[in-house]
DNA sequence: ACAACGTATATTGTCAACAATACCTGAGTC
DNA sequence: GACTCAGGTATTGTTGACAATATACGTTGT
């Protein structure tokens, strides 16, 4: 996750980074009112470093804190989902922008080799949650940092992309279309490749439009309910 | 600065406030590396609540610590700034339009109310760097607020507008175009007032990049190397 | 019986001492 | 003379104990 691996790996990244998988993964459940002392049990962790990973956590908005009165997993409403794929629609599409006009030859070209892989897994009919979950994600975030924007790159891997994998593991949302995706990730790459930014915004935008309407419509159907 | 005044206000709240603003008015110039214990003389505090700060403000990439090594305040590229303000464009384009749809007529009315009173401040030939500053803040600070999303404001309010701060106390940019920032802002909320969500996003897209382009000239012109 | 108050407790916030590590200085060698 | 390597030092990371506060419970008064 870290980019260059900082040599030496100290308590509070391994704090932050256990808390963060933990609520990503829902281990930790959202509204939960969790002591120090549990996490530092659970994750063998002394208050320190904890206390150190809880501030950068609250400063993502992954969880709140309420001075002396504990630590809660930040409950998230299916609106909240919603607004935050507005959100990625206009990051994103911006990314894929910039990715069209500074991404090198090599990076677009494995962009379309894992575009590749990704179809093989589909047609062969296994892994298609690897897909969803993980496949997905790895095609948004070569994107994000081929953009060169530092801090786009750093917002959307830093923050949204979490808060978005949350949900995602929570209600094993982004079901369906599978197919579809792959389609409009394959349109994408087309564009980036012939260095057309205004066209890869666009069917970027279009792309993160189309799963937000397919969220809203699983809430219209009460399968989302939070 | 914080919503809702949480009643007890925490030395590691004041350490961060008072390293951000520190930061954001260049009292801590960005590249030096400087040390816990001077922090902690400085702001009278103690390096517990020092470190949670610090921890924080790594997490918002407003510096960064290399373990062992100590911190050093972020230090910013010229180019950098620019692709800052390509992401107010789009991000800054949504808040507008959300807030065309769900901003009340009080707070529309409020809205109009700063801008009368940045016009006089113009006119009367004085506050002219409060406008530029804090007025243009606040006048962008109700639009995200205005979207009523959250995750889009805390990102607006909490990141992005703390790094461009940080830029224009640094090099006093954003010089000029008074009037015409105003009668652009006006236009944007003329939009917001009748509802029209996509000229809204449409305007404050044009606006942000006038200014982009603003700050692109005068990095042509060498005024603004850092 | 219900509400309000005061106390008790458990949890969080804070502090100061200890341990580990990166940087700097100096000597030694090529 | 320049480079390498080793040790010292100062700074950071970590720990455990202490202080402050919010919640919960029991008591008391109406």
Redesign the interface.
């Known amino acids: 996750m870290s980019e260059l691996a900082?040599?030496?790996?100290?308590r509070?990244d391994e704090a932050f980074d256990c808390l963060q998988t933990a609520i990503v993964k829902g281990d930790l459940a959202p509204g939960d009112k969790i002591g120090e002392l549990d996490l530092c049990s659970r994750f063998e962790l002394t208050r320190?470093p904890l206390?150190?990973?809880l501030?950068?956590l609250?400063?993502?908005?992954l969880l709140v804190r309420?001075?002396?009165a504990g630590v809660k997993v930040v409950s998230v409403s299916a609106s909240?989902l919603v607004?935050?794929y507005?959100?990625r629609?206009?990051?994103e599409?911006?990314a894929a922008r910039?990715a069209a006009e500074r991404m090198t030859d090599q990076e677009i070209a494995d962009l379309q080799a894992t575009l590749n892989t990704h179809e093989a897994m589909i047609d062969e009919a296994r892994g298609q949650a690897y897909y969803q979950a993980e496949g997905d994600y790895d095609f948004h975030h070569r994107i994000a940092t081929g953009s060169r924007?530092?801090?786009?790159a750093?917002?959307l891997l830093?923050?949204?992309y979490y808060?978005v994998r949350m949900y995602r593991y929570r209600l094993s949302t982004s079901a369906g279309r599978p197919h579809l995706a792959l389609g409009e990730h394959r349109r994408i790459v087309e564009a980036i490749a012939q260095r057309d930014g205004e066209l890869a915004e666009f069917l970027m935008k279009r792309h993160i439009n189309a799963a937000r309407k397919n969220i809203e419509k699983k809430i219209e159907e009460g399968l989302l309910t939070i």
Chains 1, 2 share one sequence.
């Open positions: 900082s040599q030496t790996y100290t509070a320190g206390r150190e990973a501030g950068r609250e400063s993502r908005g309420r001075p002396h909240e607004e935050l507005r959100i629609e206009v990051m599409g911006l910039q924007n530092t801090k786009l750093q917002m830093g923050d949204l808060m």
